[in-house]
Structures are given as structure tokens and as C-alpha cells.
């Protein structure tokens, strides 16, 4: 993950998720995209209305149908490839059924989730349906927000089964059911407990009686399929002791103030289970607790998870609130009725939104920071981990409509600019066209009545161009009308007049589909220093070429920078403390199986990146050679790396340079190898892959200067390295 040292001074791009898709917010006022699943006519059963307890605009469904929005796979279908967690607030006192259509590596399949505690797994119900309970305070006639991870609730009855594409939601079912912000996004993630690093960061919090244990073993799951690797097997006697990771308070505490989403997985715990009728519903209330330690803003709380269906809210002198998880989540089902894959003991994941179980309860206080996790009895943890929520947007195109309302031509030299909403065969959904002759004809969306946008500080849009354009970002601020300016050059012009202009990177107009998330606040302040951005109002661009998905975001809040302030020393792309890989992929995945970890070092005594793959094989890059996700760093010409590896590997520094792309190359070898093509050779020595953590520092000017000595280093873009081992601390500094 790229961080600043000095207190993000020079950060004006910044990521949340990695992809967004809002599908419904309901504040055009219409029903647009919505149908009734058996074609009937809609004749009030879906309707746009205002809800007063939310003061928000929402989706009303009545008449207890089945209301879809998207498909199956078809035209009509989201095709979201990119998304794995479900979003929702929903207010309901009745019974209705939520169900998302994705299609899977084993075919389609139908996750549903109703208002009942328990759980049913695989082909319950109906050919491809997978069925979750959501329990019954969700149905209270108060809203509610409901996050699933769809991937997981797959995989939780489909091991070895895999997520493709989300491609449409209904609702089924109820009367007056009201949703509203249904989103589709991917978290960040800081992983606590993967089962793969020991048991160091382990305690056993209860040993009375002793003889208590933590240990980490291979899992041998039910279904025989071996799919969960390592797990954290806690042994004792049973609910009489219990075994934490993390802290109430200290150093040992997580301290995250950053998610407010705590998932993990489980199996295996409790006795004997008591069925208590014929359709499988199970009672096994002492099978577990699960407490989790949360800092509040009026002090300490536990937030505490046990089998039932009844929440019994304060507890324990009201430094406790407890939630019930549903009568048989711990075991799968019993059903006769259901697959022979839904057999008891099954892995189960749970993904709770803590703020909400904390509002649920005490909704004065604020969720402050996530600090520890305990479990009481025993059995098998896995994958502990802290998420982020759905982004706050506000979507102004998707082009999901069909039409081009809200768009204008506001410049048309050429006598036949156009905007056309048309299907584009490679992001499989529809989009905004733009036909003109280059920069004399100028679109905008937004201009004949302003967004007045106030309550976000960043914007979002996804384009392919192919040749030059000049996108225009009106906002008001505190000094006035300005135009946020970008454009597809790799640096920044700053203000002029009431124009501030930005390089998107020289190949933000090379024909692919590319998506640009922008902190207008951090753009506006480093052109224009003490300005403040008021509101949003429009998206104005000059020039051929297709847009999609332009919203406004929230951002995190900043510390005001300085307009263009001197570069920092040093710029840490990769130190792992933030306990993800973002930012890293694998390039080369043949031999498939590579995959990027982040682990503990206990050698290092921190948190490293852990390449996985067979050998020098498999790729792995942070950063990119190109695109938005490069690092376009001009700033600096040094990188220091360390690096654990006991086998051959090779890395690769990509710069851009006078002379063109290089690929400044080290290797664990004696002897340089030099020039050759766009390639620079250069050798660590022999003993760089001994297995024990090396720190490598190179002058990429220096070293591109021993074998080409006129050719002048412009940028660095990304470190690649082919290779199984551990690397950290990926630093550019001068």
C-alpha cells in the first residue's frame, strides 16, 4: 500500500475500494431498471416514494411479487465483475426474501437471504439456490443495513465453487418492503488471523480449568476437499475457556479506526446438537461466544455473538451488547430435504457491521476502533478480519437508463457533435458516447442544472479514449467558480485564471477502458493554496470517446496541503502494516496457483509480503508498468527494497527514460549482464538468495548511467519480481 511520511502532504489520488457499483439510491425519483420477474405489469407494486423516518428517497414494494432489477446473464444483467460484497438498508415489519443472481464457475446460482435465523445451504428451495438467514430483527419496521459478502456465502456451501459476475437482485416477496443505497463494492481488508503464521499473536484469556490450548493445524473439512489450508484450533473445556487476539486496551490492541466490519469463520464447536423439528431447525445455544472489543465514544464496550434467535441487546451492567446469530449457523443443515453438501459442519462465515450492532442498542454512541477478538469453547477459527463499509456516493451517469437525460452539447464546431447512450461489447454494460471531431466539440453533464453536490470532496468516472481530451470538474469554493482541469499528460500546469490543471498520466487516452478516482478538495488545494471546496456542480470534457459510472465519493478527511509543496524524501510504496496486498497482482500466472499473501515475519518482527507461485515462473508487480495504477513518480531516483528468498529470482525496476522504457533487472548472480534491448542487468550477488532478509539500495539514475550514459531517468512506475519468497519496505526516496 503507497503511504506518505509526511502526513499525505503530496496525496491528491486516493483509492477506497477497489471497485463500487451503486445500483439503486432512488434519487432520480424514478423506478427505472426495475420490472416485475414474471413480466406482469408493475400497477403500483414497485414505486418511488419519500420515506419520512429516513428523510431519503426509497424503493417501495408491495403486493408480495418477486421485483428484479438486472438478470440472469443476459443483456439486462449488472455483468459486475469486479464486486464481491452486498450493501443494503431495508425497512420491512413482514417477511421477504433478498436474492442475488451471480454466475459461477459451477453455473448460476441464487443467493438468497430471508428474515429467519437459520441457514439451509445449496439447492434449498429451488435448482441453484443458496439460501442464508438474515434472522428476524431485520423485519422490526426500522431500517436496517445488511452486508453479505457474496463470495463467502457461496463458498460456505460450494467450497470449491467460485464467483465470476453478480449480474442481478430482486426482491421477493413482503409488502411495503422499502430499500434504499443498494450497493456492490470491494472492501479493503486487514487480515488479523489468516492461519498460516502460528500461534504467536494468540492468548488463552480464560485457563480455568488449565490445560487449555492453541494450536495450528491443517484443516480436514467434513466435505474432504482440504480447501481451507492452515487453521487456529482452540482446545480446553469447552465454554469454560476462552482464547483472545488482540486486546481491550494496550499495545496488543488492533486499534483500527479505519473499518468498521469485522468477518470471520468458524466450525466445529459445540456438543451433540438437539433438532427440534422435522425441517431441520436446530438448538445448540452454548456451542460458543464470540466477544468482540470495541472502543465507543463513551468508552469501552464488548459486542458479544452466541447461536438463537433472540438478541438480548445491554448486558452485563451495560458494557455489553449481544446478538443472536441464528438457531443452526454453527452447523449447517439437517434437513433431510436439502443437499448431501449441507451436512453438519460445515465452514461458516460471519460478516457483521459492527457501528449497526452497536446503533442497534445504544444509537448515540460512535463505533471509535476495532481492538480485540475472544472466542469462548472450542473448536476451529479462521480468516479473522476487519473490512471497509460501502463508500458513500452519489452516481450521476451509469448509463443503465438508456438514455442520455442530463447531457448536452455545449460546444459543437464541428456542426455534428453527438451524445448517444449505446452497448459497449466490452465492459458488457451500456455507456455514454461522445461523437465529435476532437477538442472543438465540448459535452457536459450536470450544466443546465447544477449537482450542488456538498456532501463529497471526491469524484469517480471511467473512460476510454483513444485520443486527446480536456476534462472539466466545476465546483464552487470559497474564493469562487473554479474549473478542476485534467488532461492526459503526465504533469501538472497548476492555476490560471479560475483553471487548475492536472495530468492524468500521458496514457490516459491509449483506447482502454480506465477509471480515475480524484480528491477534488487535495487537487483544488494544492493548485490554489487555503481554497476550500464548497460543492460539486458539473462534468464538462472536449472530445471522441465513451464514459461511464461518473459519481461523487466521500474521501477521508486530510490535512490541507500546501499548493505544490516540496517533494517528500522518501515515499513508502510497500511496508505491509496495513495488513492487505493492495495495489499487488500477479502478471504472470502460468503455472496458475501464484498467489500474494500478507504475513508476520517473526525473523523481521513485522508484517511482509509473501510471494507464492513456482519459481521464477510466476510474476508478481506492485504498481504498474502503465495506467492509472502506475506510479508515475518523478520525484525520486532511489529504491530500497528488503527481501527474504532461498531460491533464484529476478527483479524488476520499470522506468520511463529519455530513451524510452527501461526495466532496470537485478538478479542473485556475480556477474552484470548490461544493456540488452530495453533490459539493464545487474547483479546483488550470489548471496542475495542465502534465505536470510537482505536490504538492497540502488540509484536506478546511477545504474541506467553505467550502460547508457546520455539516457536520463524521467520516471519510476513499478517494482516486479519473479520468484517464491518474502519481500518489504519498498521505498523510493532521493
Known sequence: MKTFNVALLLMSFFTFSNATALIEDAEDGTISGWRMADGTAIDGKIRNILDNDSNSRVIQFNGWGSHRMGGFGGNQSFHNEEDRMLSLKIKTETDCMIVVHVQTTLGLRHLFYTTVSHNRGLRHGFPGGIHHGLGGAVATGEWKTVIRDLERDLKDAEPANELLEINGFSINGGDDVRIDDVIFYTPKETIYENGEEGTARWNISDNTPSGSQILNIQDNDYQGQHRQGKVIKLSGSGADNAYSIGAVSGENAWNNRDHKILQWRFRDFGPEVEVIDPRGIIRDPDAFEFRVSIETSQGHRDLTYTLGHEHLGVIESGMTIHHALGDDRIRGSVWAGDDPMNALGLWQTITRDLEEDLHDFEPDLELVAINGFTVRNSGLVDDIKTLTSAPDIEVYEDAGDGTTNGWSVYSNSSGSATVTNVMDSEKRSRVIELFGQGLGDGFALGSQSWWNDRSHKG??????????????????????????????????????????????????????WQTFTRNLAKDLSRGESGNELISINSFLIRGAGRLDDIQTVSIPVE?????????????????????????????????SGAYIDNVFDFDRESRVIKLNGTGRRNGYMLGATSGSNSWKDTEHKNIQWSMKYSELFTVYIVANTTNGRRYVTYTATDNNIGLRGDYIGINLGITAKDGRWHTFNRDIQEDIHEYEPDNELLSINAFLIRGTGKVDDIVLSN
Do not use: C
Open 459 to 512: 469524484m469517480q468516472w471511467s473512460m476510454k479514449f483513444d485520443s486527446r481530451f480536456t476534462l472539466y470538474i466545476s465546483v464552487q469554493t470559497t474564493n469562487g467558480h473554479r474549473y478542476l482541469v485534467y488532461r492526459p499528460v503526465d504533469g501538472n500546469e497548476g492555476l490560471s485564471g479560475e483553471s487548475i490543471s492536472i495530468g492524468l498520466g500521458s496514457d490516459a487516452d491509449n483506447g482502454e
Open 559 to 591: 490535512v490541507d496541503a500546501p499548493a505544490y509543496p516540496e517533494p517528500s524524501d522518501e515515499v513508502v510504496y510497500e511496508d505491509a502494516e496495513d495488513g492487505n496486498t493492495n495495489g499487488w497482482s500477479v502478471y504472470d500466472n502460468d503455472p
